[in-house]
């Protein structure tokens, strides 16, 4: 015979008198509350939700008419979970926003102990510099800035540039250890030239010497024509995985894992027509789609999608892709920590 799970027990005058006088000395009834604390799977106040690019956009750059980058330090629209409501988060662990960088504009060098990524949505000519050195971004570029690096952002270009922000920021500040720090002077030095951290790391090579890898990627830009060509000649196997297409991870060419140790980072080519089986992880996936359009059907709700639409997929959603036509989707993911922990489990679907 099969033993449910607790269920809340009566509350007796008797009992309801002896809890309020333990409260006295701050002990409260586990029995009271063991129902919430426990259940038969993930349960999330965060909900599936996408943000329209088109229907977001304007407020982005009217943003640029409020407020400088400089004063904003960080000019950011945040992409707040419906659910989550002021709490900054797209899940419960990870936080995501959309940054706009004008012609001109700098963002001033801090550094903080959450990690974070960029993931360029429209414009070039604006860089992000890690200790000075400078990664200048194109659209479906990836850059990212581990714990406690320097870095700040600036503009050498003539049009707009906007980047989509994941941070694990409300992990870290579930777990307590949140610094930050702002680099004391206006102007942080320049540092090693562009595309150093790439020769170092990112050839298929390392560093003469160098026999264990940090936790962080020493390569911090991960370029989309390289992403894209990569898939493109994966595509050409037809080796397809049923639900997710061709799905390949960004790693930390020094230990094959993860780019950074809460955040995993996925690009995937869904080919025209393609049709996913169901997919259900404790890990919670933000979507973003690069170019294309499809739809995901998530817990059996469809949600369309279009090239620059965000979208996210909170624990234990089930979902599937289809394509409308040959897609690309970027997804950045909480897998990589519960992991770690032991905790993560993918559902018995597909
Ligand atoms: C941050 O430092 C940046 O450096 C972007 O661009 C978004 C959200 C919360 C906390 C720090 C950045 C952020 C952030």
Not at 172 to 195: D, I, K
């Amino acid at each position: 015979m099969s033993r449910a799970l607790h269920e809340k027990p009566e509350l007796t005058n008797a009992r309801a008198d002896f809890y309020g006088r333990m409260a006295e000395q701050k002990m409260t009834p586990l029995w009271e509350v063991l129902h919430t604390l426990l259940a038969e799977a993930p349960v999330t106040d965060a909900v599936p939700h996408k943000w329209d690019y088109d229907l977001c956009r304007p407020y982005i750059m009217e943003s640029a008419d409020i407020i400088s980058a400089e004063e904003a330090e960080r000019r950011v629209m945040v992409l707040e979970n419906p659910g989550l409501e002021e709490k900054s988060c797209i899940t419960e662990a990870l936080y995501a926003g959309l940054q706009l960088i004008m012609p001109g504009e700098v963002a001033p060098a801090h550094r903080h102990s959450p990690c974070a990524l960029r993931f360029i949505v429209e414009g070039t000519g604006a860089y992000t510099a890690l200790n000075g050195e400078k990664a200048y971004m194109e659209v479906g570029d990836l850059i990212l800035t581990p714990s406690w690096v320097w870095h700040d952002h600036g503009h050498d270009g003539d049009v707009p540039v906007v980047w989509l922000d994941g941070l694990d920021i409300p992990l870290v500040r579930h777990l307590g250890p949140v610094f930050a720090e702002p680099y004391p002077e206006s102007e942080f030095p320049q540092g090693r030239p562009s595309g150093d951290n790439m020769a170092r790391y990112g050839g298929n090579m390392r560093p003469f010497g160098e026999t264990s890898g940090p936790a962080n990627s020493p390569v911090f830009h991960y370029p989309y024509v390289q992403t894209r060509d990569t898939l493109d000649t994966l595509s050409k196997s037809g080796d397809i995985d049923a639900r997710h297409g061709y799905k390949l991870e960004y790693i930390n060419p020094t230990t094959g894992g993860p780019v950074m140790p809460t955040v995993g980072t996925y690009m995937q080519k869904l080919p025209n027509g393609f049709s996913g089986d169901v997919y259900q992880t404790t890990a919670a996936w933000v979507y973003h789609c690069v170019e294309g359009s499809g739809s995901t059907i998530i817990n059996g709700q469809k949600m369309t999608w279009k090239a620059r639409d965000t979208f996210v997929v909170p624990a234990w959603f089930k979902h599937e892709h289809q394509a409308d036509e040959d897609s690309f989707l970027f997804s950045f993911t909480d897998q990589p920590v519960q992991q770690k922990l032991g905790l993560f489990r993918e559902g018995e679907t597909g």
